[in-house]
């Protein structure tokens, strides 16, 4: 019903940049939150940043203040800009998106990020 397809991943040097976008279609309702987890090699799979509809945004402490979050709801399309990125940012990024009345959200397939010299 709702699909979720990531791009930007990488290879990127520690202290670079990246922008991870993320495309939602299908039957996507206007209130609703997107955001962002990542999961590193041997590591459960945690919340790094969400948005709602409204525009409220909520960080991992880890991420606090070297990313953000953004939305344009008139595309369906949510971003992440990561900033001084460093090794422990290693990992593959989900999309997620949920709404009211959803028993789970959906999930998109991924894009891998690898911070390495």
């Known amino acids: 019903q709702v699909q979720l397809v990531e791009s930007g991943g990488g290879l990127v040097q520690p202290g670079g940049s990246l922008r991870l976008s993320c495309a939602a279609s299908?039957?996507?309702?206007?209130?609703?939150?997107m955001g962002w987890y990542r999961q590193a090699l041997g590591k459960q799979r945690d919340m790094v940043a969400t948005?709602?509809?409204?525009?409220?945004?909520n960080y991992a402490d880890s991420v606090k203040g070297r990313f953000t979050i953004s939305r344009d709801a008139a595309k369906n399309t949510v971003y992440l800009q990561m900033n001084s990125l460093n090794a422990a940012d290693t990992a593959v990024y989900y999309c997620?998106?949920?709404?009211?009345?959803?028993?789970?959200?959906?999930w998109g397939q991924g894009t891998q990020v690898t911070v390495s010299s």
């Open positions: 948005i709602t509809s409204g525009g409220s945004t």
């Open positions: 997620y998106y949920t709404r009211a009345g959803l028993p789970r959200g959906y």
């Open positions: 299908g039957s996507i309702f206007s209130i609703n939150t």
